[in-house]
């Protein structure tokens, strides 16, 4: 229940932000780095991870119902690869970087929480 619960989170909050960096990158990059995005290339990898972003939610989304034998386990283990690595990244780029926008630390805040919710959830069903 608790993963399902995770997955519906995370398709919800990731599938929005991919589609926001999908249209938007230079818009969503000022809100969480302070910084102004214009470089052609930077934009374009900007979306890339918008679209990854996407593809990680919708696949959440999906993955949501699955019985917890299924990949699910195996889903919320890459999910919580991604937030710890996620709020490490923006945590980095945020103290010693020097890259601070009103989303930086609020974001890190959210990838850290969904982190340790992904290691509560997998310990919880180990113990099935």
Known sequence: MAARTL????GLVETPTGLMLLLSSALVVGFLLGVLLAAPAALAVTRMAGVALLSVGGACWLARDDRPDRAGPG???????????AAAVLAHAG???GLVG???WPAIALHAALAV???VCLR????V
């Not at 997955?7 to 995370?10: D, E, Q």
């Not at 890459?78 to 690595?85: I, P, T």
Request: with cysteine; net charge positive.
């Open 75 to 85: 889903l919320v283990a890459a999910m919580l690869l991604y937030n710890g690595v």
């Open 7 to 10: 997955l519906l989170v995370m």
């Open 95 to 97: 103290a010693v970087s």
């Open 102 to 104: 009103v989303l930086t």
């Open 117 to 119: 919710w992904c290691l």
């Open 124 to 127: 919880s069903e180990r113990r």
